[in-house]
T-cell receptor, first 112, second 115 residues
């Protein structure tokens, strides 16, 4: 299995709270990604990063923000959670020579 | 822009039988990479198989093989001797070898394996 980790795995939180979803990988991959996925549905890219201090918004508009201060760490932050943010968030990484993405186990977020 | 289409939202197969999942894509590039990913229920997404567009030979990984038709822009996945553990969502994905490093995913096919 790939060494990519996400915490927490499950989170239930009230509306208006600030949350940070953690993603770390130990493979030295320069590319990292965040996807939003409703259960059993397609993946939507919300953020990606080419490397340290490089982040871009994905195809799906999201109220979340990301940072990439270290190669191995790519956290996603929601300043004020809303019920519409309820979903699963998948983190992934890749490196050019391998080309495929490696996925973390996901964080299932519920905003009440 | 590239697109990936999986036209079968759900498929069923009897245990030990063979099933084929379809995927078509649209691109103007001549060199690219195609993938099939498996996402079991409540478990991590993993790579099943990868195909480089410049290779004419179809990729094979044990019971999994692809039928890559470059001219038709088709990339189907064949699962032989289906097992209960094959039950999952399967996603087809496309990646350009350069540029934005983004992956384009299809909408997925849910595979049920019947005992």
């Amino acid at each position: 299995e790939a060494d990519i980790y996400q915490t927490p795995r499950y989170l239930v939180i009230g509306t208006g709270k600030k949350i940070t979803l953690e993603c770390s990988q130990t493979m030295g991959h320069d590319k990292m990604y965040w996807y939003q996925q409703d259960p059993g549905m397609e993946l939507h890219l919300i953020h990606y990063s080419y490397g340290v201090n490089s982040t871009e918004k994905g195809d799906l508009s999201s109220e979340s923000t990301v940072s990439r201060i270290r190669t191995e760490h790519f956290p996603l932050t929601l300043e004020s959670a809303r019920p519409s943010h309820t979903s699963q968030y998948l983190c992934a990484s890749s490196v050019d020579r391998a080309y495929e993405q490696y996925f973390g186990p996901g964080t299932r977020l519920t905003v009440t | 822009a590239q697109t990936v289409t999986q036209s079968q939202p759900e498929m069923s197969v009897q245990e030990a039988e063979t099933v084929t999942l379809s995927c078509t894509y649209d691109t103007s590039e001549s060199d690219y990479y195609l993938f099939w990913y498996k996402q079991p229920p409540s478990r991590q997404m993993i790579l099943v198989i990868r195909q480089e567009a410049y290779k004419q030979q179809n990729a094979t990984e044990n019971r999994f093989s692809v039928n890559f038709q470059k001219a038709a822009k088709s990339f189907s996945l064949k699962i032989s001797d289906s097992q209960l553990g094959d039950a999952a969502m399967y996603f087809c994905a496309y990646r350009s070898p350069s540029g934005t490093y983004k992956y384009i995913f299809g909408t997925g096919t849910r595979l049920k394996v019947l005992a």
